[in-house]
C-alpha cells in the first residue's frame, strides 16, 4: 500500500465530518397491498405476520435483484430506493422494472382463498442521505418517498404510475401512456403522471440537442470571419471544440467565467490581469511595469488599477461620473489585450456564468474596430443573457448537438488507440448517448476495473460519482468547493485543517482528474460542473458552516483580497446566512460596481441584499437595512432608466412606505429619505417631497445632534431648503440656510458626499443664492457665486463642477451678468461633457437657451432646445420644464409661430399648476401674457399679468414682480405709482436690469 493510501487510512476523521451526510439524487419505489385492511381486519395475527414476512421477503428480492434498496417497511407498504450508494445511469430505468416486477410476480394471495393483488408508484427526486452508523434513523430523509406512495394511491390495482421526475430519466426505454394531471395530497401542484407498459421498447427517445461531430463545426468557425459562439447544454464538448481549434492558434488569450461568483464585476478580466503580471494579486507597480512596455497609457493603467480595487485608481471616482468609468475601464481592457496581443485567438468560455460588468467589455471588444485582428471564438449554455447582450451583433451561431454512433466511435478509438475491446465499444457509446463527456469518463471507469458498473443517469450524477471515486479525498474536494472553482492552499486550511496533510488528497484528485494544479499554492477544478457537483453533495447545514469559517478567514487573514473583490466576501456571507453583515457587504459591493460604472452589476448586488432582508429570520432585524437598500436601488435605477421609469419610483415609495409602517426614526434612514426626496422633487411631484421633509424633520427632532454629528440636521435642512426654493416660499429658504450654517463644518461634514451623493451644504449653498436674487437681493450675486465656488474649491470634487458651475450661473444671469452667466454655463456644459453627466449637459443646454434668446433665432436652434425638453421629459426632470418651456414658447411666438407658442405655454402652465412647485410660476404667467398680447389676446393677457403679479407679492419675489410691473404699465393697465411701489422694494445697491429700465421708466415720466 502507497504512501497515499497509509496515510488516508490511519486518519482520523472528526465525529461531525463522519456524521454529516451527503445530498443524493434517487428514485423511490413504493409497493402497497391493494385491501390490506380487509385482510388484517379477519386474519389472525400469527397467520398475517407469517403473510406479511413473504411478501416483504419477495419484494426485497426483486428490489435487490434491480439494485435497489429496501429502506423501510411500513406495514402493507415496502419502500426501496435505487441510485443511494451510488449513482447510476440506469436507477430510473431499474426502479420502473422492479416496480413492474413486484407487481406483477409476486405472489401475494392469502391462505391461497383471496385474489391479493399490488400497485407501485415511482418518482425521482432529491434526498439528504445520513451517514452510516445511524441505524435507528431511515437512511433517507426526503419528499421523493412520500411522493412514490402519493403516486401509487392513485394507480389501479395491478399497475404502476411513475412521476414526470422519473420519465425524464428513462431516456424512452420504457412504453409509456401519459394520464391525466392529479393533486396530491400534500403537493402543491398538479403531478404528471404516467403508466409504463411491462415491455421495453427499442427505439430510443429523440435526442436533445447535444453536440455533434467536430468536423462540421471546425469548419463553420474556420470559414467564419466574425465571432462565433459554440452553445449547448452542460458536458456537451464546448471545451474540447475550443481546444482543438486553440490548437490551430499561434497567439491565444483565454478568458473564463466563474459559476460560483457570478457578482463579482469583471471577475474574467481580474484574473487575465493576473495572469498577465504574474501575480494572484497584482499591485500598482506590476501594472507599469507589464503594461509600460506595451504602451497602455496612464489612465488606462489606473483604470485596469480601479477594476483590481487598488487606491492608484480611485482617484477616478472623483474625475469621472459613472457612465464616463464604465467606458473608460471597457475601453482600458480592451486596449490591454490588444497590447499583449495584437491579434491570434481570444476565448470567452461559459458566458452563461459571465457578470454584466464583463458583458460590456465583451460588447465593447466585439464593436471594436480591432476586432478584425482576432478570431473570437465563445461558449454558452443557453441563456437569456446571450440574447440580452448578444443580439444585433454579427456573431456565428455554433449550436452543438450529441455525437452520432460513427462521431463516438471515432472519440472512443482515439481514447483507446483504436484498442477498445468490441464487447465493451458498443455498450459504452450507447450507454454515453452521444454526450461526450459521458463517453470520456465511462471509458475511464471501464479502463480501471472490470466490474459490472452502473452508468450515471445525470451528467451530475456521473460528475458525483467521478468525485466519488477519489475516495476519503471527496471530503477534501467538497470543502475546496465552498471555496470556489480555483482554490489555494491556504483559504483551504482554513476550513479542511481536520483532513491534514491535504497536499495527498489534492494529488489524488489530480490523478483522477477531478483537479488540475495551476501552480505550487493553486488548484482548480478541471470542469466548472465538477466543481457544481462536488458543492452540491454537500448538507445544506454544512455548507453553511463552511461558508462561514471561510468569511471569517477572508476578514481575518486576506483584508486585501476583501478590499480589491468584495464580492467575495458579501456571496460567502450570504451562504452562511450571516443576513446582516452579508446585507451590508452586498451593499458596499454595489456602490463598488456603480463606481466602476457597473450600473446592472450594482442593481444585481441590491437586489441579492433585498432577496437576503426577505429570507431573514423574525429575529433578526433588517428594517434599516431594507430601507438603506430601497434607497440605493433607487438611486441605481435613476441612473440606468431616469426619474420617471415606474421602476424608479417604487423603491423610493417603498422607503417612505416602510419609514412609515414601522415608525423608523433612526439617523440610519437619513440617506434613504434624502434619496427619496430628490427623486419626488426633481420628478415635479411636491407632495410626495414634502411627505420626506417631515419625516426627515420629525426623525431629525428626535436624534441628539451629537449622536449624529449633526449629519441628520444638516440633511434635513438641505433637502427643506431645496423644496422652500422649488416652491417658491423664499423666506423659509433663507431661514432653512441660516440654520444650516450655524451647524455646518466642512472639516467635519465635507464626508457626508459619501453617504448622501451631494454636499448637503453645498447644494443649500446654491438654492439660497438663486433664491436671494429672485427675492430681489441681485447686488448680492457676485459674493453668492464666489462663496460657493470657495466652498466647491475646498470639497475638490471633480463629479461636483457641473453642478455648481450650471447652478451658480443662474443668480447672475438674474442679475444682470449675463456674459459671465453665459461663459460659466458653457464651461459646466463642456466639463459635463468630459464626465459623460449627460443630467448636467441637458441641464445646462437648457439654460442655455433660458439665458440667449439668439439661441432660437433659427430652425436648428428651437428644435435643438425643443429636443433639450423632451430629453428632460424622457428622463422624468420635470421640476424646470413648465419654465423651460414657456421660454421655447415665447421663441416660437417671436418667430411667427403664435399658434404652437399658445399651445406649449398652455402647456407650462398647466403642469407647473399640477406639480405645486412655484418658483418660476409668476414668470410663467408673464410669459403667457406677451404670447397673448402677440396674438390679440388682450383680456387674457391682462389676467395673465395680474395672476403673476399676485403670486409674485405674496412669494416676496420681487424680481417676477418688477418684470410683470413694467408689462402691466407698458399695458396701461397699472399707474407709475404701483411701478415706483416695486422698485422701492429693492435694496439701494441692488441693478439688475429690470430694476434700471423701471426707474428710467419713471424719470422720463
Request: with cysteine; charged share 20%.
Amino acid at each position: 500500500m502507497g504512501a497515499l493510501e497509509c496515510g488516508m487510512t490511519q486518519m482520523d476523521f472528526s465525529p461531525a465530518m463522519r456524521g454529516r451526510g451527503e445530498r443524493k439524487q434517487v428514485t423511490a419505489v413504493f409497493i402497497d397491498v391493494v385491501g390490506f385492511s380487509n385482510i388484517a381486519s379477519t386474519a389472525d395475527a400469527e397467520d398475517l405476520e407469517q403473510w406479511l414476512e413473504e411478501f416483504y421477503a419477495q419484494s426485497k428480492q426483486i428490489v435487490e435483484a434491480h439494485d435497489g434498496e429496501v429502506t423501510e417497511y411500513l406495514g402493507d407498504g415496502v419502500v426501496a430506493l435505487f441510485g443511494l450508494n451510488r449513482a447510476d445511469e440506469l436507477s430510473a430505468s431499474k426502479a420502473v422494472n422492479a416496480a413492474l416486477a413486484a407487481v406483477g410476480d409476486i405472489n401475494a394471495g392469502y391462505q391461497n382463498s383471496l385474489d391479493v393483488r399490488l400497485r407501485a408508484g415511482v418518482a425521482t427526486g432529491e434526498v439528504a442521505v445520513r451517514a452510516a452508523g445511524n441505524d435507528n434513523l431511515p437512511r433517507a430523509t426526503g419528499m421523493v418517498t412520500t411522493l412514490a406512495q402519493r403516486i401509487q394511491e392513485c394507480a389501479e390495482p395491478g399497475t404502476v404510475l411513475i412521476a414526470r421526475s422519473t420519465k425524464d430519466l428513462l431516456r424512452g426505454a420504457v412504453t409509456l401512456h401519459q394520464r391525466p394531471p392529479q393533486q396530491l395530497k400534500g403537493f402543491s401542484d398538479p403531478q404528471d403522471l404516467y403508466q409504463p407498459e411491462p415491455t421495453r421498447r427499442n427505439q430510443r427517445e429523440a435526442a436533445q440537442t447535444f453536440f455533434v461531430g467536430r468536423e462540421p463545426e471546425v469548419e463553420r468557425i474556420k470559414q467564419s470571419n466574425d465571432p462565433c459562439l459554440v452553445i449547448g447544454p452542460a458536458g456537451i464538448g464546448k471545451t474540447a471544440l475550443c481546444r482543438h481549434i486553440a490548437m490551430g492558434a499561434q497567439h491565444i488569450t483565454q478568458f473564463n467565467a466563474d459559476g460560483v461568483h457570478t457578482r463579482a464585476s469583471y471577475q474574467p478580466f481580474k484574473d487575465w490581469i493576473a495572469a498577465t503580471t504574474q501575480n494572484p494579486l497584482p499591485e500598482f507597480a506590476d501594472l507599469q511595469r507589464c503594461f509600460d512596455t506595451l504602451g497602455l497609457p496612464a489612465e488606462a493603467q489606473r483604470a485596469l488599477a480601479l477594476v483590481l480595487g487598488l487606491p492608484e485608481g480611485q482617484r477616478l471616482l472623483t474625475e469621472k461620473s459613472g457612465v464616463a468609468l464604465k467606458t473608460l475601464i471597457e475601453d482600458s481592457l480592451c486596449q490591454a489585450i490588444g497590447l499583449a496581443q495584437p491579434d491570434g485567438l481570444l476565448i470567452f468560455e461559459d458566458l452563461h456564468w459571465l457578470d454584466n460588468a464583463s458583458f460590456g467589455v465583451l460588447v465593447h471588444l466585439l464593436q471594436s474596430p480591432d476586432r478584425a485582428d482576432y478570431q473570437i471564438l465563445m461558449t454558452s449554455r443557453e441563456d437569456t443573457k446571450i440574447g440580452k447582450y448578444l443580439d444585433g451583433l454579427a456573431v456565428t451561431m455554433i449550436p452543438l448537438d450529441a455525437l452520432s454512433n460513427d462521431d463516438a466511435t471515432r472519440m472512443l478509438d482515439a481514447m483507446t488507440d483504436g484498442k477498445a475491446p468490441s464487447k465493451n465499444r458498443d455498450a459504452l457509446i450507447e450507454k454515453a448517448a452521444g454526450i461526450p463527456l459521458f463517453l470520456e469518463h465511462l471509458f475511464q471507469r471501464a479502463s480501471e476495473t472490470d466490474e459490472e458498473q452502473g452508468v450515471p443517469g445525470t451528467l451530475m450524477d456521473l460528475l458525483a460519482d467521478q468525485i466519488d471515486a477519489t475516495g476519503l479525498s471527496k471530503h477534501v474536494l467538497q470543502h475546496a468547493s465552498i471555496i470556489g472553482r480555483n482554490f489555494d492552499i491556504d483559504m483551504l486550511r482554513a476550513v479542511a485543517s481536520e483532513f491534514e496533510p491535504l497536499e495527498p488528497h489534492l494529488a489524488k484528485a489530480c490523478d483522477r482528474g477531478v483537479l488540475k494544479q495551476q501552480t505550487t499554492d493553486h488548484w482548480t477544478f478541471s470542469h466548472a460542473l465538477l466543481h457544481q457537483a462536488a458543492y452540491h453533495g454537500m448538507l445544506r447545514r454544512t455548507r453553511v458552516e463552511l461558508h462561514s469559517q471561510i468569511a471569517a478567514h477572508l476578514q481575518a487573514e486576506h483584508p486585501d483580497t476583501v478590499r480589491r473583490n468584495p464580492a467575495i466576501l458579501a456571496d460567502h456571507l450570504r451562504l452562511s446566512q450571516q443576513y446582516v453583515p452579508a446585507i451590508q457587504s452586498y451593499l458596499a459591493v454595489s456602490q463598488w460596481a456603480l463606481f466602476q460604472g457597473a450600473f446592472e452589476d450594482a442593481e444585481a448586488h441590491v437586489l441579492a441584499a433585498i432577496s437576503l432582508c426577505d429570507t431573514a429570520p423574525a429575529k433578526v432585524d433588517v428594517s434599516e437595512l431594507r430601507i438603506a437598500c430601497y434607497n440605493a436601488l433607487g438611486s441605481i435605477r435613476i441612473q440606468m432608466y431616469g426619474f420617471m421609469a415606474p421602476n424608479v419610483k417604487e423603491p423610493y415609495d417603498t422607503v417612505l412606505r416602510l419609514t412609515s409602517e414601522n415608525n423608523l426614526r433612526t439617523a440610519a434612514i437619513g440617506p434613504a429619505l434624502v434619496g427619496g426626496f430628490s427623486h419626488a422633487v426633481i420628478s415635479g411631484d411636491r407632495a410626495t417631497a414634502k411627505n420626506y421633509c417631515d419625516v426627515l424633520a420629525e426623525t431629525a427632532t428626535q436624534i441628539p445632534v451629537a449622536e449624529t454629528n449633526g449629519e441628520l440636521q444638516l440633511a434635513s435642512f438641505n433637502i427643506d431648503a431645496s423644496l422652500y426654493l422649488y416652491s417658491g416660499q423664499f423666506e423659509q429658504l433663507f431661514t432653512a440656510f441660516d440654520g444650516m450654517k450655524k451647524v455646518y463644518d466642512i472639516a467635519k461634514h465635507g464626508g457626508m458626499i459619501t453617504t448622501y451623493g451631494v454636499d448637503t451644504y453645498a447644494a443649500a449653498q446654491m438654492f439660497d443664492s438663486v433664491g436671494r436674487v429672485i427675492h430681489g437681493d441681485t447686488h448680492l450675486a457676485p459674493q453668492l457665486v464666489a462663496e460657493t465656488d470657495a466652498h466647491q474649491d475646498l470639497l475638490n470634487i471633480p463629479l461636483m463642477r457641473p453642478y455648481s458651475l450650471i447652478w451658480g450661473s443662474v443668480p447672475l444671469f438674474y442679475a444682470g451678468d449675463v456674459k459671465t452667466a453665459l461663459d460659466r454655463v458653457k464651461l459646466g456644459i463642456t466639463t459635463a461633457h468630459e464626465q459623460d453627466a449627460a443630467f448636467w449637459q441637458v441641464t445646462g443646454a437648457a439654460w442655455l437657451n433660458v439665458m440667449d434668446p439668439t439661441a432660437g433665432d433659427t430652425i436648428e436652434g428651437r428644435d435643438a432646445f425643443a429636443q433639450v425638453i423632451q430629453t428632460h421629459e424622457a428622463i422624468g426632470a420635470r421640476v424646470g420644464i413648465p419654465y423651460f418651456k414657456s421660454i421655447q414658447a415665447v421663441n416660437l411666438a417671436r418667430h411667427g409661430h403664435a399658434e404652437e407658442a399658445m399651445q406649449v405655454s398652455l402647456s407650462a402652465i398647466a403642469e407647473n399648476e399640477a406639480t405645486g412647485l412655484q418658483c418660476w410660476y409668476a414668470e410663467i404667467l408673464r410669459l403667457h401674457a406677451k404670447i397673448c398680447t402677440l396674438m390679440g389676446e388682450t383680456k387674457q393677457a391682462l389676467a395673465a399679468l395680474e395672476k403673476s403679479v399676485s403670486i409674485a407679492t405674496a412669494q416676496q419675489a420681487k424680481l417676477w414682480l418688477i418684470r410683470s410691473r413694467l408689462d402691466q404699465l407698458k399695458a396701461g393697465a397699472i399707474q407709475q405709482s404701483e411701478l415706483a411701489e416695486a422698485v422701492a422694494l429693492f435694496h439701494p445697491d441692488a441693478r439688475p436690469p429690470e430694476l434700471i429700465t423701471a426707474q428710467q421708466v419713471l424719470i422720463d415720466a
